[in-house]
């Protein structure tokens, strides 16, 4: 089997939407599966010369849910490379997206909507914790959510493979990503934005890159980013990690973040990895 994957996350946050897009990208994907029986949909794709090559499972907070974990644990001492998707997003923004669709939260029989959705937060967190990879689709819509999907399952992945690896730029002025494992501060270094010349362009344009790039400071940064990515990456493969998503942060997320998250991907890449990189704020 090339993977099995299976998505969670918060009622709202996009995990129907993550279902179908991955059934377009030909994944065999059930959705609302009893948990019980999740070892016994992993064995039989598991089977050499089965019919479903990749699974996906969509499973949600409904009955039986505290029996995910230990079902996807099962699973994993079998061998079988399993992969957990979770999907979150901010209180407010599923408040928003309940009340435009007028749907009923699972939880929310005797709880106002935000209480349900904290309190499936909470019962959500143990998975959270397991999972491979977070996304945080507030600010995704759902083209957005797609091409975030196809960066990560698009293309079949060895198990025996390195991870996956995303670099983002963000501005702190407009909150930090909450679906990123390191986050690195780059506010220290000159701001282009006051060179009046610069300003309109970003982190993209040579100028700025040049800029950027060229502070007495950025040399001896990068160095020191290289020691660490060549210390934490082979750890990480070596733990089993699947994906890595560094996030680098300026204000504004136009022009200091940009430039370095580029000049980043270049070194990952030199490490021997195949980074996707993403600019959230760049329009902003």
């Not at 994907?29 to 598991?46: H, R, Y």
């Not at 914790?129 to 698009?154: G, I, K, M, P």
Request: aromatic letters at 6%; proline letters at 6%.
């Amino acid at each position: 089997m090339s993977e099995f994957i299976v998505i969670a996350g918060l009622s709202g946050a996009g995990r129907s939407e993550a279902a179908n897009h991955l059934e377009d990208m030909a994944w065999f994907v059930i959705d609302n599966l009893p948990p019980q029986l999740i070892p016994k949909v992993a064995e039989l794709a598991s089977t050499p010369g089965g019919e479903y090559e990749k699974v996906a499972l969509a499973v949600g907070t409904g009955p039986g849910f505290d029996e995910v974990l230990p079902a996807l644990r099962q699973v994993r001492a079998g061998h079988t490379p399993v992969r957990i998707l979770f999907l979150e997003a901010t209180t407010e923004v599923l408040v928003r997206r309940y009340e435009g669709t007028r749907r009923r939260h699972p939880l929310g029989d005797e709880l106002g909507l935000a209480d349900a959705i904290e309190r499936e937060r909470t019962l959500l967190d143990p998975v959270k914790a397991e999972a491979d990879v977070v996304v945080d689709t507030s600010d995704l819509n759902v083209h957005q959510l797609r091409e975030r999907l196809v960066d990560l399952f698009a293309a079949e992945i060895d198990p025996g493979s390195l991870m996956r690896t995303q670099v983002i730029s963000f501005g702190y002025k407009n909150g930090l990503p909450l679906d990123v494992d390191m986050v690195i501060d780059c506010r220290f270094l000159p701001n282009p934005h006051w060179v009046d010349e610069l300003r309109p362009l970003s982190g993209l344009d040579a100028p700025v890159r040049d800029y950027v790039m060229e502070q007495p400071q950025t040399a001896e940064f990068m160095a020191r980013l290289d020691d660490l990515f060549e210390l934490v990456l082979p750890a990480f493969v070596r733990e089993g990690k699947s994906y890595l998503t560094v996030a680098f942060g300026c204000t504004g997320g136009r022009h200091r973040s940009v430039a370095l998250a580029e000049a980043m991907a270049e070194r990952l890449a030199a490490h021997g990895h195949a980074p996707t990189v993403s600019h959230r704020d760049i329009d902003r």
